[in-house]
């Protein structure tokens, strides 16, 4: 396997890996893989060298056990087919996109006004009782509209 060019320099992961050490980085896949394509000179990655790079990038990714290697790749690629934020490109740029292996991804242009500020961290979940409460008061107005019209 070759090493892709867009690798962080050594001293970048060795920062990362004695910040983070073995947990997990405060990043959802999406911003993994925004990150990655990123670096990319041209910002276009195949799927092995988005793969590599987090590998190369984070210590919790580089030294998982095979079930928990499984499950992120398997979480990057969910991430990559479902999110409006990526687009699937062919490896020669002009024929059909192939459905299975060999193909680019790239950014869409506007992908950044998916991240705060340039801020690739998770968001804040909003507590669950908060929601509840804005959707019970929700129905409820929308319940007093529909009795003042009829």
């Not at 405060?26 to 993994?32: F, G, I, K």
């Not at 690629?77 to 490109?89: A, E, Q, Y």
């Not at 790239?106 to 669950?128: D, Q």
């Amino acid at each position: 396997m070759t090493s892709c060019s867009t690798d962080p320099p050594a001293h970048v992961t060795q920062q990362l890996d004695e910040e983070l050490g073995q947990d997990k980085p405060p990043y959802s896949y999406v911003a993994l893989i925004v990150m990655a394509i990123s670096s990319a000179p041209n910002r276009q990655m195949t799927l092995s060298q988005i793969y590599n790079y987090i590998e190369k990038r984070f210590l919790f990714y580089r030294h998982s056990d095979s079930k928990r290697k499984r499950g992120w790749q398997n979480s990057i690629r969910h991430n990559l087919s479902l999110n409006d934020c990526f687009i699937k490109k062919a490896r020669d740029g002009v024929g059909p996109v192939n459905d299975r292996k060999g193909n680019y991804w790239t950014l869409a242009p506007n992908f950044n006004e998916m991240f705060e500020n340039g801020n690739y961290k998770r968001r804040k979940r909003m507590k669950k009782h908060v929601a509840v409460e804005a959707q019970l008061a929700e129905s409820s107005l929308n319940y007093l509209v529909q009795r003042q019209v009829c």
